[in-house]
């Protein structure tokens, strides 16, 4: 996001979408005249509000190709799809940003209210390595006409997954960044190559944070589960038991009481196999 861009959550940005869809239904003539009162009490907002609904109006152009949209997102090809949701390429209408756009059809309020119970959390996280939501809101899904939540995260550049000839560095660094989660009460459930990559400069990139707390049905992901899975991992990596401190064998064998941080503390300690 650009500097003084509002950011999903916070006032300016609940104000910021508010305005855009009442204003992207209006004729242009009140669209003009909408925002000349917007613009006095906040320029910023304004001048970002401007852009979006000029985006709108350079894809309705007649001649112009159909494109599905999302918000202020143009959906530009689907990435994967499961029984729960689908991923899309997607770029900014306004600052032609890429990014990753994850639609998640909704039946009834409870994925809603699990989103806005989950919000405060993620965004009171700072490790480097937990790529959070850059937007976050409910739409109508293309295509299908659905509600939907829709889910905005960065678009990583030439990754990989961290198992991939990275050592246990990288996935000591994942212990210690799923600590941090842990210890605000989230729990990821979906580690594995597809979620803890590496970007192309090198640094370690967990996805997908919050995702499944949000499908979750009666059972929550939980602390234990990363933790086994993060155990599992270096395990893996390190190819001989013989070599991998107890707390980690024990963690990959299932055994519960384990934490993030102590699978950490345990592989740093005398220099592990892996670590640089």
């Known amino acids: 996001m650009t500097a003084g861009a509002a950011r999903p959550g916070d006032p300016r940005w609940l ?15 009140a669209r003009a005249e909408a925002l000349a009162r917007v613009g006095p009490e906040d320029p910023a907002l304004a001048a970002e509000l401007a852009a979006l609904l000029a985006a709108v109006s350079a894809d309705l152009e007649p001649g112009a190709p159909r494109r599905e949209q999302v918000g202020a997102w143009r959906l530009e090809g ?24 994850r639609l998640v059809p909704v039946e009834g309020p409870e994925p809603i209210e699990r989103l806005r119970e989950l919000l405060p959390r993620l965004t009171q996280l700072r490790h480097p390595a937990l790529v959070r939501w850059l937007e976050c809101g409910l739409c109508t899904a293309p295509g299908s006409g659905v509600a939907a939540l829709y889910l905005v995260a960065p678009r990583l550049e030439g990754d990989a997954a961290a198992e991939q000839g990275h050592g246990a560095e990288l996935l000591v660094e994942a212990c210690e960044a799923l600590a941090e989660a842990h210890a605000a009460g989230l729990a990821h459930g979906r580690l594995g190559p597809e979620t803890v990559r590496v970007d192309a400069d090198g640094r370690l990139r967990i996805l997908d944070l919050g995702l499944e707390e949000l499908l979750a049905g009666a059972r929550r992901p939980s602390a234990a589960d990363d933790v086994h899975a993060l155990a599992a991992a270096l395990l893996r990596v390190a190819g001989d038991a013989a070599g991998v401190p107890e707390p980690v064998r024990r963690a990959a064998a299932g055994a519960t009481g384990e934490q993030a941080a102590d699978l950490a503390r345990a592989w740093r300690a005398g220099g592990r196999p892996g670590l640089r």
């Open 78 to 101: 689907l990435l994967a799809r499961d029984s729960s949701s689908s991923v899309h390429l997607a770029r900014h209408r306004a600052r032609s940003t890429p990014a990753m756009l």
């Open 15 to 29: 104000r910021l979408r508010a305005l855009f869809t009442e204003l992207v239904e209006l004729p242009e003539s």
